[in-house]
């Protein structure tokens, strides 16, 4: 599923015959064959579905080729092991940063519980699904959005009603029991040390605007429902507090003192 997103040309319409093309083209195993017409209804649908929260009617679509890193690797260096940064510290520092209305406020206390009390440090690995310039950007000033294909299936075949399973407060906690958070925490530092290094005049908290979780069996298309605060079904989209990136990147190469945190 991420290498049809990362070879659709969404400028090509109409989107599902540009869908078709890539999947024929990359489903090419014995039981993805059987499913051809189900994946290219999958990913049209998700293309189109407006993201909601923070990106509104923004669509995966709306993105041309050009203004679109697939699967962006990246290798993070943190503090050596011996300098005692933990992963709960993490934690305390979201606890700190974010306010209570905020999505990711109850996983933040648990990053900071004692489950989360070891040490992190060395270089971190990793790959970005796409990391994608939104429409309005200038090369001095982007706007990026990094996001995530979740092809997890979250409901049972016998609910009455599927995509509830997929709404905005499901998805919470589906992200916390997997710790996609974490991950999204580190793509972001990632992201901002990437822009410290190659755009250093530029605003990091203006730049990344944000991070969105496709969970792509509850997107439906524009109809896909939203919930009273404007997030959208299937999708986990979320917004960092000004100066949480550099807060987080600081953190995980700052010495901490034996005892600190616990």
């Given at each position: 599923?991420?290498?049809?997103?990362?070879?659709?040309d969404p400028t090509k319409q109409p989107l599902a015959d540009e869908v078709r093309r890539v999947v024929e083209e990359r489903a090419t195993s014995g039981r993805l064959k059987e499913r051809h017409s189900e994946l290219i209804a999958v990913v049209t649908q998700t293309l189109?579905?407006?993201?909601?929260?923070?990106?509104?009617?923004?669509?995966?679509?709306?993105?041309?080729?050009?203004?679109?890193l697939s699967?962006?690797?990246?290798?993070?260096g943190l503090a050596s092991l011996a300098e005692g940064v933990k992963a709960k510290a993490i934690g305390e520092l979201l606890q700190a940063e974010l306010p209570k209305s905020d999505i990711l406020h109850d996983y933040a206390g648990m990053l900071a519980g004692r489950a989360f009390d070891v040490p992190v440090g060395g270089l971190l690995t990793g790959s970005i699904d796409a990391l994608l310039r939104l429409p309005g950007?200038?090369?001095?000033k982007p706007r990026l959005l990094i996001a995530d294909y979740k092809s997890n299936k979250l409901h049972k075949n016998d609910m009455p009603d599927p995509l509830r399973a997929y709404a905005p407060d499901r998805l919470v906690a589906a992200m916390a029991e997997h710790h996609y958070p974490l991950q999204a925490l580190l793509y972001g530092t990632a992201v901002y040390r990437l822009?410290?290094?190659?755009?250093?005049?530029?605003?990091?908290?203006a730049c990344i605007a944000g991070v969105a979780y496709a969970f792509i069996r509850g997107m439906q298309g524009p109809t896909t429902p939203v919930?009273?605060?404007?997030?959208?079904?299937?999708?986990?989209?979320?917004?960092?507090p000004r100066g949480l990136w550099k807060k987080l990147s600081d953190l995980l190469v700052t010495p901490q003192p034996e005892g600190a945190g616990r």
């Open positions: 599923v991420h290498e049809i997103f990362e070879h659709v189109e579905t407006p993201l909601g929260g923070p990106f509104g009617e923004l669509t995966f679509g709306s993105i041309k080729p050009e203004d679109r699967e962006l690797t990246f290798d993070m950007s200038t090369t001095d822009l410290r290094w190659r755009l250093p005049e530029a605003d990091p908290d919930d009273e605060k404007g997030h959208r079904y299937g999708v986990f989209a979320w917004q960092a």
